[in-house]
């Protein structure tokens, strides 16, 4: 069955500090793999994505995921936390026809 | 065009009421989703349309009624709700298959009274 693990339900990170969230997901063919984030009361904004080539892909607002198959995961990071980053975090992985999400992770940012 | 345009933004009404939640979307996809989203928990899949027909439901009760009158348009029609059904409800589109990814929008908040 598909699922997808989101190890860490709140973290909080000093800003300027360094920032990884952990996804794990289990899915039997090469999934697509998205992390989303979404701010207090909004939508969710897609950040990234990966389904094929390079396992470390670049999103938006400084993020970026590796994809490692042998670790079944697709970890989230940014070298620099801003206070606008706090939200939380969704990541999500897709067969063909509808988005899987994980229970997120709240990412609060301490000054 | 790049957004998911939901309205309203709030709304909230009685147990005996009907309403109707709007998404309309220009960006060319041809598949739609309706989601339900419970605070502090992530996105519960309601329905899929794809080429405006309904592909997927995942077994959501007959109070909530889904249409897709075109192609940049999906309705969620309301119908003697219940106070656990309180949540916000995300539109979503997409080009069909998910590869793509969701562009999702703002949502409804939605109180039931």
């Known amino acids: 069955a598909q699922s997808v693990t989101q190890p860490d339900i709140h973290i909080t990170v000093s800003e300027g500090a360094s920032l990884e969230l952990r996804c794990n997901y289990s899915?039997?063919?090469?999934?697509?793999l998205f992390w989303y984030v979404q701010s207090p009361g909004q939508g969710l904004q897609l950040l990234l994505k990966?389904?094929?080539?390079?396992?470390l892909v670049q999103g938006i607002k400084g993020f970026e995921a590796e994809f490692k198959r042998s670790q079944s995961s697709f970890n989230l990071r940014k070298p620099s936390v801003h206070w606008s980053d706090a939200a939380e975090y969704f990541c999500?992985?897709?067969?063909?026809?509808?988005?899987?999400f994980g229970k997120g992770t709240t990412l609060s940012v301490s000054s | 065009d790049t957004e998911v345009t939901q309205t309203p933004k709030h709304l909230v009404m009685g147990m005996t009421n009907k309403k109707s939640l709007k998404c309309e979307q220009h960006?060319?996809?041809?598949?739609m989703y309706w989601y339900k989203q419970k605070a502090k928990k992530p996105p519960e899949l309601m329905f899929v349309?794809?080429?405006?027909?309904?592909?997927i439901n995942e077994s959501v009760p007959s109070r909530f009624s889904p249409e897709c009158p075109n192609s940049s348009l999906l309705n969620l029609h309301l119908h003697a709700l219940q106070p656990e059904d309180s949540a916000l409800y995300l539109c979503?589109?997409?080009?069909?298959?998910?590869?793509?990814?969701?562009?999702f929008g703002s949502g409804t908040r939605l109180t039931v009274v």
């Open positions: 979503a589109s997409s080009h069909v298959g998910v590869s793509y990814g969701y562009t």
């Open positions: 899915y039997g063919a090469t999934p697509y």
């Open positions: 990966y389904f094929s080539g390079d396992t």
């Open positions: 999500a992985v897709g067969p063909l026809t509808a988005l899987i």
């Open positions: 960006m060319g996809h041809r598949a």
């Open positions: 349309y794809s080429y405006e027909k309904l592909s």
